[in-house]
């Protein structure tokens, strides 16, 4: 297994943290280092204490670009704040030109900035995952727009002509600074809907339904919930004539079928049982000429942190589940 040296942009956050939780067990990882500006000098466990006495090291003030160019294999991890990234990526590239390290480094980043750059690769793991393989630029999917993808894709031969999609989020998902809606006083508990058929993980969804041949009329309603992480997304469909419940079954499971963190289960997904962990669930449902699918994960698991390890993983032509296979707990 190849060794690599891996830097986080951006690593006091919640994205941050669940990257070096990860990325401390992953074997391939020989050494890990996070920048965040106003904690420089600070231990991980300072802003992470989960990781007290498990993942050593104090964040950095910038990055040191002339020790990651040193690395064999250098990879680069931005969960910096949407903007961040686009913003100094024209400087950091200018820095990586002198160090013969632009065409060596493998970037993923977990903003929205990239994700619409035909330039990058999209990072949607369990759709032709063989997109990832060498990749030098990926951008990963919003934690919405990974649920939305994973209940519509399979759909995708049917073109369903409308589809409604409900999804609720946790609170973690707005990231680590509290705003007046994100605080917890005045989340936890209420639930309501919010950004109302304009949320902009649409654009990625369409972009990718498109690619798969469907233009599809998408109506989403993203709601707040009143818990810290998770997503749960219901996607509602008019069926093809004479399609029930178990032929419906029966496409997500040949669709997913070699993908070792989707599980379909009976009945309703559960938010708790992805929780922490790489995995998705997802569930189908069917009466009368409609039909339904849930979603369940983890928004910063396989919405976010472990997808992009994931995405690391094929980029470097490991098998996908490597240092992801971990369990979350129960009850949460």
Known sequence: MTPVDVLILGASGYG????????????AVASLRGTARSHAGRPFHAQHPNLRGLVEGTFEAEPDWAALAQSAHPVLF???????????W????????????????????LS??????????????????ERMRGARRIANPGCFAT??????????DWKPAFVAVTAATGSSGSGASPSDTTHHPTRADDFRAYKVLQHPHEAEVLRTLAAAGWAAPLSFVPQS?????GIFAVAQFPLPAGIEVGALRARFEAFYRDRFFIRLVEGSPRVAATSGSAFAEIGVAARNGHGAVMVALDNLGKGMAAQAVQNLNLALGLPEHTGLKVAGGWPV
Do not use: C, N
């Open 16 to 27: 941050g943290g669940e990257l070096l939780r990860w990325l401390s067990m992953h074997p």
């Open 78 to 88: 931005s969960a910096l704040p949407h903007g961040e990234l686009a913003k100094q």
């Open 90 to 109: 024209p400087a950091f590239q200018a820095a990586w030109a002198q160090l013969d390290l632009a065409e060596r480094l493998t970037v993923i980043d």
């Open 112 to 129: 929205a900035d990239f994700r619409l750059d035909p330039g990058w690769i999209y990072g949607l793991v369990d759709w032709q995952p």
């Open 147 to 156: 649920a939305l993808q994973l209940a519509l894709l399979p759909l995708a």
């Open 225 to 229: 919930a009143p818990m810290v992480r």
